[in-house]
Nanobody, 125 residues
Framework: QVQLLESGGGLVQAGGSLRLSCAAS????????MGWFRQAPGKEREFVVA????????QYSDSVKGRFIISRDNKKSAVYLQMNSLKPEDTAVYYC??????????????????WGQGTQVTVSS
């Protein structure tokens, strides 16, 4: 049974930082492209960032580029999202997801096979 379990969300003031973690089990983690998506209240889920199995290639949305950093540790079957300079508009439920449909990073949510349950990030102004 595949499980993706996010952690690290919380309440932070604007300008602050948070580090999200996603622990994977039940899959060969190193074969999966991993991504982070987010969904704010009343809005559609949106792509945040993705990373290839090796970590060599990443893709960021324009809204987080330069502020967020994705990384992964295949030995620990984990992917991380370091979020810096947080803004109120970053408030959302953050989901990690995995796909091996393609070896390339992708911002297409339909390509992702597995999803976590999400972790809430709230940024106060």
């Amino acid at each position: 049974q595949v499980q993706l379990l996010e952690s690290g969300g919380g309440l932070v003031q604007a300008g602050g930082s948070l580090r999200l973690s996603c622990a994977a089990s039940g899959l060969t983690f190193s074969r999966y492209v991993m991504g982070w998506f987010r969904q704010a209240p009343g809005k559609e889920r949106e792509f945040v960032v993705a990373i290839t199995w090796s970590g060599a290639t990443t893709q960021y949305s324009d809204s987080v580029k330069g502020r967020f950093i994705i990384s992964r540790d295949n030995k620990k079957s984990a992917v991380y999202l370091q979020m810096n300079s947080l803004k109120p508009e970053d408030t959302a439920v953050y989901y990690c997801a995995g796909q091996r449909t393609t070896r390339a990073v992708s911002d297409i949510s339909q390509l992702y096979d597995y999803w976590g349950q999400g972790t809430q990030v709230t940024v106060s102004s």
